[in-house]
Antibody, heavy 116, light 107 residues
Framework: QVQLQESGPRLVKPSETLSLTCTVSGGSVDNYFWSWVRQPAGKGLEWIARIYSSGSANYNPSVAGRITMSIDTSKNQFSLNLRSVTAADTAIYFC??????????WGQGILVTVSS | EIVLTQSPATLSLSPGERAALSCRASQSISTDLSWFQQKPGQAPRLVIYDSFNRASGIPARFSGSGSGTDFTLTISSLEPEDFAVYYCQQRSQWPRTFGQGTKVEIK
């Protein structure tokens, strides 16, 4: 059974870089699209980035210019770097796998707080 | 970007009642719409994809309909575990977007 697990610092200072990793267990990252979706506390969902196993990525314009996504097929992981964070980037960050253009599998999410 | 507007914001119903949730797109998205269920402290769970296809493991009381700009998620008879927030999401155009959610709460 394939599972996704987010990891990374839970607290990031303003203007610094938020870095998260999603580890895929029970399956391979190969031949799938992988996404990050975030959710501020008590609010709705926002897709921010996705990457294919080849390394090709695309980003939401809302964060484009500050965001980089990467994938390490040898470790079965993909990662997110979001630069110059502010309090508005405080959210639960979910990683998700896309199958036939549909997000069918999600990680449990990780709450990241931006605060000094 | 495509804006999805969900209504109502909150639906107060009793177990056994029928729920009808609406999602309207700012432009046509064919049938490229999914519905997700989210409970407190949990990740979203896929319920319906491509407007009317039930995801794996989803009970038959859930059904989806619509095309173009107007979509509906129907729960024919609410079970206690169905009380949650439901989000619609479009994959027709980048960036992919979600509606703001409809909370189905116990009356």
């Amino acid at each position: 059974q394939v599972q996704l697990q987010e990891s990374g610092p839970r607290l990031v200072k303003p203007s610094e870089t938020l870095s998260l990793t999603c580890t895929v267990s029970g399956g391979s990252v190969d031949n799938y699209f992988w996404s990050w979706v975030r959710q501020p506390a008590g609010k709705g969902l926002e897709w921010i980035a996705r990457i294919y196993s080849s390394g090709s990525a695309n980003y939401n314009p809302s964060v484009a210019g500050r965001i980089t996504m990467s994938i390490d097929t040898s470790k079965n992981q993909f990662s997110l770097n979001l630069r110059s964070v502010t309090a508005a980037d405080t959210a639960i960050y979910f990683c998700a796998r896309e199958s036939n253009y549909i997000w069918r599998l999600w990680g449990q999410g990780i709450l990241v707080t931006v605060s000094s | 970007e495509i804006v999805l507007t969900q209504s109502p914001a909150t639906l107060s119903l009793s177990p056994g009642e029928r729920a009808a949730l609406s999602c309207r797109a700012s432009q046509s998205i064919s049938t490229d719409l999914s519905w997700f269920q989210q409970k407190p402290g949990q990740a979203p769970r896929l319920v319906i994809y491509d407007s009317f296809n039930r995801a794996s493991g989803i009970p038959a009381r859930f059904s989806g309909s619509g095309s173009g700009t107007d979509f509906t998620l129907t729960i024919s008879s609410l079970e206690p575990e169905d009380f949650a927030v439901y989000y619609c999401q479009q994959r027709s155009q980048w960036p992919r977007t979600f509606g703001q959610g409809t909370k189905v709460e116990i009356k």
